[in-house]
């Protein structure tokens, strides 16, 4: 009976697996008895492995779709091509550029760039995307540099050059309005009318608006500028049509250029114009860089310059006329630690109303050197061109007519060209000091703290009504290969104090008792011979040795610069002559 229903179970699994219907007769012919014409005895391993009973096994591609094809090879991705960018640039220092985007054909997996674009240059490489981006902050040629698109195929490179360049901006009006929208890199005021111009103002605004590192070159038209307040700006040129021909005026008596609290203004130059009517026309703060000033007139100021900061100040070929000051310095005072330097200059009728340095106060430990410089009446109660707590070094100069007013009581009524109290070492050579030095007198007085070096200078025709004040006067004043006569104060003849040192060839038209020259090579009581002051070469008027006179080559063993007040090559004899002038 068990075997009976397993022979059925296993026809009903055979007949799922053929492709007609399994009956009864092929039942008995698989048993062995009478088959059927149809009937096909099966193969006993079909029915335990259920395999198909076609003669050719079917096969999985024999299955597949007729039209299905084997699998082909990933794809090859070309390598990049015709990479480019819009190039060359030049970008202003100080403003964001637009990104620089590059153009290439095909896919890039990353980006290269040589040389390196650097932190310093401000400018930011993208090795995902190939952008260049930010602020350039360092003034550079166009460089050339290489960009790279790599794949896994392969890479291109393009060549893109970049330079950056000062930020320049033409001032067109002399109008005085603001910038409509500091920090765009435009130079643009909107003024009545509905007019868009670049105003100085404007300018200077854009200046403050960009990083400090920029530099920025503004030019000015001829005219005058009148301001209503002070303009501030970051490290720019100013350069004017000419010394007389661009004026910038405070209109309401105000200053010129002061930043007052507002960010350090970096270097800061002026070249080429006028500054006139400012209560202060300048005023640099403890924070602020260099102050460089070429062909500027300062005329009719209450305070020309006040100079505050560690950076230096350079004055060269500028005209300081007429300025006055109730605290001193009416020209130029400078609260300095750092050198400056002042060449080529002219400093006339500058006065300083009760106080000291008619045209000058140097009060700090940074050195001043003047060159090339004359100073012509200059007036103050003490120092009459120049007061000085600080080192200051004088070279072919000339002090004329230069007067210290004195006031009664006052500890420091002198030095009518130069007074050097405090910290002050003075060193003056080539130097001519003439003329009257006022009722406070001398012309160069030194106080017990500092020093005064004299050398190759001369000084002749000072006079002041002033008793017993000689014209140089100082117990640490020296005096060598110079020139001292015609010197009178309210006592008669007195060209130096009795403790003023020799040291060596030096020329007195008084006795002994005057100056007590007692040096190698001195002369006293002698004529030197001088002509007049007047111009005879050379950026300051001098006095020439005449013919005859005991200067002539008579500095023999001295150690004579180079040349002489006017420039002209010492010596032109045997040996150099004494004094400020070298004759033929």
Not at 134 to 150: H, K, L, W
Not at 211 to 227: E, K, N, S, Y
Not at 557 to 569: E, F, H, K, N, Y
Request: charged share 15%; hydrophobic share 40%.
């Amino acid at each position: 009976m068990v075997r009976a229903l397993s022979l059925i179970f296993l026809a009903l699994v055979c007949a799922c697996t053929v492709d007609r219907p399994f009956s009864l007769a092929d039942f008995a012919c698989e048993q062995g008895g009478p088959c059927a014409p149809d009937a096909t005895p099966r193969d006993a391993g079909a029915l335990d492995t259920g395999a198909q009973t076609d003669a050719t096994p079917q096969t999985d591609a024999a299955q597949a779709t007729p039209d299905a094809e084997a699998p082909d090879a990933a794809p090859i991705v070309p390598a990049p091509r015709d990479l480019s960018y819009d190039s060359p640039q030049v970008y202003r220092s100080g403003f964001a550029i637009a990104p620089l985007t590059p153009t290439v054909v095909g896919s890039v997996l990353s980006w290269s760039i040589a040389p390196s674009l650097g932190a310093r240059t401000g400018l930011s490489f993208d090795a995902t995307s190939g952008v260049i981006s930010g602020i350039p902050s360092v003034i550079s040629r166009p460089i050339d540099y290489r960009v790279t698109a790599t794949n896994a195929s392969g890479s291109a490179t393009a060549f893109v050059s970049i330079g950056v360049d000062d930020v320049e901006f033409d001032v067109n009006s002399l109008a005085d309005e603001d910038d409509e929208a500091p920090g765009d890199g435009r130079c643009s005021a909107l003024l009545p009318g509905n007019l868009h111009a670049c105003t100085l103002r404007a300018a200077m605004d854009e200046t403050m608006s960009s990083l400090p590192a920029a530099r920025h070159l503004i030019r000015v038209p001829a005219g005058t500028i009148r301001l209503a307040i002070p303009v501030c700006g970051r490290s720019f040129d100013v350069v004017g049509a000419g010394r007389d021909a661009t004026v910038i005026e405070a209109a309401n008596g105000d200053g010129i250029f002061d930043c007052g609290n507002s960010p350090a203004a970096g270097d800061v130059a002026f070249e080429k114009l006028s500054m006139q009517g400012a209560a202060r026309a300048i005023l640099t703060q403890s924070g602020d860089g260099a102050l460089y000033l070429s062909k500027v007139a300062f005329r009719h100021n209450s305070d020309g310059i006040a100079k505050q900061g560690p950076g230096p100040l350079v004055i060269t070929e500028c005209l300081f006329e007429s300025n006055t000051a109730p605290m001193g310095g009416a020209a130029l005072t400078i609260y300095s630690s750092s050198s400056s330097s002042i060449t080529r200059s002219v400093f006339n009728d500058n006065v300083a109303v009760g106080a000291l340095g008619g045209a000058i106060v140097q009060g700090r430990t940074g050195l001043l050197h003047v060159a090339d410089t004359s100073f012509s009446r200059n007036s103050a109660r003490g120092g009459g061109a120049i007061f000085s707590v600080g080192p200051l070094t004088v070279s072919r100069v000339l002090f004329a007519d230069n007067e210290a007013t004195g006031v009664a009581g006052s500890p420091n009524p002198r030095g009518g060209a130069l007074l050097c109290v405090g910290n002050c070492v003075a060193a003056l050579t080539n130097s001519t000091i003439t003329g009257r030095s006022g009722s406070g007198g001398n012309a160069v007085f030194c106080d017990a703290s500092s020093s005064v070096s004299l050398r190759f200078c001369t000084i002749a025709g000072n006079r002041t009504p002033l008793a017993s004040a000689p014209a140089v006067t100082g117990a640490a004043i020296t005096v060598e290969s110079c020139i001292l006569a015609n010197n009178t104060d309210g006592s008669g003849s007195a060209s130096c104090a009795p403790e003023v040192r020799s040291l060596g060839h030096n020329i007195s038209d008084t006795a002994a008792t005057d100056c007590q020259l007692s040096g190698v090579g001195d002369l006293i009581s002698t004529d030197p011979r001088l002509g007049p002051l007047a111009s005879h070469g050379g950026p300051t008027q001098t006095m020439p040795l005449l013919s005859g006179s005991a200067a002539l080559d008579a500095a023999q063993g001295s150690a004579c610069p180079p040349t002489d007040q006017r420039g002209v090559a010492r010596p032109m004899g045997p040996a150099c002559d004494i004094g400020a002038f070298e004759a033929p």
